[in-house]
Structure formats: C-alpha cells, structure tokens
C-alpha cells in the first residue's frame, strides 16, 4: 500500500498504527497493540500544512490499520478517523477542507454505525471515542 496524506488545514497531529490486537480498558491511541508509523506524528504535528508519502509494506500479523488526525484544541467534528485493511486494486480517497487522503491497494472499513455494548463499566470519554469504538468492532468479530 502506499499511503500519501496532505494536510490542508492547521492541525495539533496525525498518527497511524498497524494494529495486531486491540483493547477495550483504555481509551485513545491506548486501545491498540501494534506498530505505529512515526512519520507521520512526526510531519504532521502542529503544521499549518504538511504532506506524508509513505509505503506500507505487507505485515501478516496486522489485523487492521486505522489513521488518527486530531484537530486544532481537539475538536471531535474536526478530527479524522479511518480504519483500513489492504486490498489490491481498491483504494481509498478523501479530499476535504481539512486534508487530501490517498492510499493505494487498501479499502476503509466503514465503523461509523457501530455501536459497541461490551460487559463492564466504561467512561463517557471510553463510549464516545472512535478508538475504543472500533477497538470494539475487532474484538467482537466484525467484518474486515
């Protein structure tokens, strides 16, 4: 996969992380278990603008990839969340005010519905995050 990422608008940063597990007793980034593309944290963070092209070689043990931009003063409307796994000759574009978003050989797993249920007591903060939610859907089986 190759994954090319243009940031349109002032943000506080992105990151992306390859996920081989996921957890459902922490919140945010916390929620995963897997290799993080420091790349992108590091050419994002606190930029008016910036641009990221990066190869994603094939890793067997990922289960899913998921890209976090989280806005200026972390507004939830404004913060960017996409889930994917590879697929040859599918790709992924997103063009908005806020950024330009394309990655080859890869297909977005559509989450935005999900509403997660697990057994036990979780925050407000855990139920609302997109993290945890998808750290949800994973853990419960959901399609890939």
């Known amino acids: 996969m190759k994954l090319t990422l243009e940031i349109r608008k002032k943000c506080r940063f992105f990151w992306l992380q390859a996920i081989r597990k996921a957890r459902i007793d922490k919140c945010c ?68 005010d806020k950024i330009r978003l394309v990655i080859t050989d890869a297909r977005q797993i559509d989450f935005k519905n999900y509403k997660p249920n697990p057994e036990g007591d979780f925050t407000d903060k855990q139920r609302a995050c997109r993290n945890w939610i998808f750290a949800n859907y994973l853990l419960d089986g959901m399609p890939l």
């Open 29 to 96: 980034a916390k929620c995963f278990i897997g290799d993080l593309f420091n790349e992108v944290y590091e050419n994002t963070r606190y930029q008016e603008k910036a641009f990221v092209k990066l190869n994603i070689d094939p890793d067997s043990r990922v289960k899913a990839y998921y890209l976090c931009g989280l806005s200026k003063g972390f507004q939830y409307e404004e913060n960017t969340h996409i889930a994917f796994v590879p697929c040859e000759g599918q790709d992924i574009s997103i063009e908005n």
